[in-house]
């Protein structure tokens, strides 16, 4: 402050009452001396009288004009070294463009007003920045209201801001730590995004073993504890309100889709069943299976044609301490060959939208499999399975019906704000799903689904699928 102070003082020129105030905050003060003179003799007449007091007037005059003269060289030559040290001073840092220093406006005369409090400023300390002039106390933060007087204050449009006061309000924080995002080697903030949640993070954390929630991939926050399955996968709370745990739990969902493809003209007439079940299961049965196609890195859902035994998940689990599901009961279950398809695996704990996106997608291969679709290539079966499970995602969201969730891991004495904030959410959430499946990289399934999307929407669904068994390729 030392340095702003020097430049942001005032000069006052101002004499009266034969008192010179010297700048503002110091406490010494000329007084004008007296003139006195010994009295004259009683001879002496009143025109003598007279000369004498003009004469003491006029040298009074000459003294105020010397000590004026005196002061304004004294105020001149303060401002000469101001001025000086202001131009030899190091130029104040910028932060992206929004950092800026008061200029100093020094000389004393004219008439000035306060941009702040719109009264005249006079004589005194004053600033000029932003093009006006400001009382110190007047010149203060947007945001906390306090007046700036720091070396340097930042701008956002035409207001001005403490640094720390900006830096507050405008500088990116991560949401998984809660601190301000570090800047790079460069000077830089640097940091992650999701491209659908737009969470930020620094970029450590994608090396620290930070969690990712298994079904809407968002980073576990520091301040928030996610529900971790007995396989490793971490589920956040707001997945684990809608999240299918069980065969039992899942069986209204699949009359739904049954449903939704019956409305298609798509009706499965065999009895195929459908099993909800751990990773390790799911990867043994994916080992047993002589056919079929598989996203990797992780399966989340099976379409089987083989006899094997599978470990299907009996009740639902309950949640323990430290966040953990515990008390997860198996059983196995023997599966008989009697058609194309010996059951449907899906991997238990994912929420409603994704258990049922993902079910659509294999019920399509069942189909399939049953109307005699034979030797598909697995950009044309993967990518006409995408569309249907991106097909129910749709008409779940427009119809609003993702919300009538058949059980849930909330307490059954939830707010009706609470379900209107679980609806938004999980109408998000579908929205993420669809996303998912629109921007896949894969060949087979992103590729796959574009170009069958593609073909339903020119020539609809009944004249792709008959494309697709004659020539076993997507119409063009």
């Not at 993070?201 to 073993?209: L, R, T």
């Not at 493809?261 to 459908?274: A, C, D, F, T």
């Amino acid at each position: 402050m030392g340095w702003l102070s020097k430049i942001f003082r005032g000069s006052s020129h101002k004499i009266s009452e034969g008192q010179y105030p010297g700048r503002y905050g110091d406490d010494a003060a000329w007084t004008e001396q007296s003139n006195s003179l010994d009295a004259l003799s009683e001879y002496e007449n009143e025109d003598i009288d007279r000369a004498i007091a003009l004469s003491l007037l006029e040298e009074e005059h000459k003294r105020s004009k010397a000590i004026e003269n005196t002061s304004t060289l004294e105020e001149d030559e303060q401002l000469a070294r101001a001025l000086q040290e202001s131009l030899n001073a190091d130029s104040p840092p910028r932060e992206n463009g929004h950092s800026y220093q008061p200029m100093p406006f020094l000389f004393s005369s004219g008439f000035r007003v306060c941009a702040g409090c719109n009264t005249e400023i006079g004589h005194g300390r004053f600033l000029s920045c932003m093009d006006a002039y400001w009382h110190p106390e007047c010149f203060r933060c947007h945001s906390c209201k306090q007046p700036i007087s720091d070396y340097e204050f930042s701008m956002s449009g035409n207001y001005p801001y403490h640094k720390s006061c900006y830096k507050e309000l405008y500088h990116p924080k991560c949401d998984v730590c809660k601190q301000f995002i570090p800047t790079n080697m460069n000077g830089l903030i640097e940091y992650r995004a999701h491209p659908f949640w737009l969470q930020k993070y620094c970029p450590s954390h994608e090396m620290d073993g930070t969690p990712r929630c298994c079904s809407c991939e968002r980073m576990e926050p520091r301040d928030t504890r996610y529900v971790t399955l007995d396989d490793g996968r971490k589920l956040c709370l707001e997945c684990l309100d809608s999240a299918i745990m069980d065969t039992t739990e899942c069986q209204p969902l699949y009359l739904d889709i049954q449903e939704f493809y019956e409305g298609l003209n798509m009706k499965i007439e065999q009895q195929v069943p459908l099993l909800l079940v751990e990773r390790q299961a799911l990867n043994e049965a994916m080992e047993g299976e002589k056919h079929g196609h598989h996203h990797l890195p992780e399966t989340r859902g099976l379409c089987l044609s083989e006899e094997q035994t599978v470990s299907t998940i009996l009740r639902r689990p309950r949640i323990g301490a430290g966040n953990r599901i515990m008390n997860m009961i198996t059983e196995p279950y023997r599966l008989t060959r009697r058609c194309e398809v010996t059951a449907i695996l899906i991997l238990y704990g994912l929420p409603r939208l994704l258990t049922g996106s993902i079910l659509a997608h294999e019920m399509m291969h069942a189909w399939l499999r049953l109307q005699g679709y034979r030797a598909l290539s697995q950009e044309v079966e993967e990518g006409i399975c995408q569309v249907l499970a991106h097909m129910w995602l749709d008409s779940e969201i427009i119809s609003g019906s993702g919300s009538n969730v058949a059980s849930t891991s909330s307490s059954s004495a939830s707010t009706s704000l609470k379900k209107g904030l679980r609806s938004q959410f999980e109408k998000k959430l579908g929205d993420f799903f669809k996303h998912q499946i629109e921007s896949d990289t894969s060949p087979a399934y992103g590729d796959g689904f574009r170009a069958g999307n593609q073909a339903v929407l020119q020539y609809g669904l009944r004249r792709t699928l008959d494309h697709i068994k004659l020539t076993g390729t997507f119409p063009m």
